[in-house]
């Protein structure tokens, strides 16, 4: 069975470490904050100039002037610090974010990635996804595994425009977590009760699959 969103947040949040810096994209890269290790002391910086920011907010907590790069009401842990979005740049081109969690349209086999463009459709924008890819030695990316389409979204080589290239190692995707490495898809571990079949069927770049894949447990 495919991973939800919630999951998928909760597997990535696992690769948090103890005083890591990190930045969380738009969409299911800002669920990590609810899923934070208790003990763990890691700063979550959010491009519009928040350092520092905490789980989504209860109804009473909700403060419609405290928001991430997506627009969402968010909370501010203790020692959090706000400023303009030009210092929060400063410090993503600076390369002080440990970790950015990003989601993407597309990734391949050389770890390229396409975050920001769909030819013919209206999109947001790019956000700050080409300096975080730029500015950052370790990225995470969250999606889903295929598109509604059923197209796969791990391919040998990105069909859309580039967001940045050669910079993805790890992929998280709602069928298995993978790592990027010498042009091909490395699969690691399998949602609970999704076959490697099924991984196979969906992945159109190359992928080389070990005598065993453990399920990913919760």
Not at 24 to 29: D, E, Q, R, S
Not at 138 to 156: F, P, Q, R, Y
Not at 164 to 170: A, D, F, V
Not at 194 to 212: C, F, N, Q, W, Y
Request: with cysteine; charged share 20%; proline share 4%.
């Amino acid at each position: 069975m495919a991973l939800t969103r919630e999951q998928m947040a909760e597997r990535v949040a696992r690769e948090l470490r103890d005083g890591f810096y990190v930045n969380l994209g738009i969409g299911i890269p800002t669920l990590v904050a609810n899923y934070v290790p208790k003990g763990m002391e890691v700063m979550l910086q959010s491009e519009n100039g928040l350092l520092g920011m905490g789980p989504f907010p209860t109804d009473g907590e909700v403060d419609a002037d405290m928001i991430n790069a997506g627009k969402q009401t968010v909370t501010a842990r203790v020692g959090a610090s706000i400023f303009s979005s030009v210092e929060s740049f400063a410090m993503i081109r600076g390369g002080h974010v440990d970790l950015t969690v990003l989601g993407a349209f597309e990734v391949d086999v050389q770890g390229n990635i396409a975050s920001w463009m769909v030819p013919g459709k209206l999109i947001k924008g790019m956000g700050g996804a080409m300096d975080l890819v730029a500015g950052a030695e370790n990225i995470i990316v969250t999606m889903t595994h295929a598109s509604k389409d059923g197209e796969s979204k791990l391919l040998d080589k990105c069909s859309l425009p580039l967001t940045g290239s050669g910079c993805i190692k790890r992929v998280l995707t709602d069928l298995a977590y993978l790592e990027i490495a010498d042009g091909a898809f490395h699969l690691k571990e399998r949602a609970p009760g999704v076959s490697v079949e099924e991984i196979k069927a969906k992945t159109a770049g190359r992928l080389i699959v070990p005598d065993s894949v453990p399920e990913i447990k919760f």
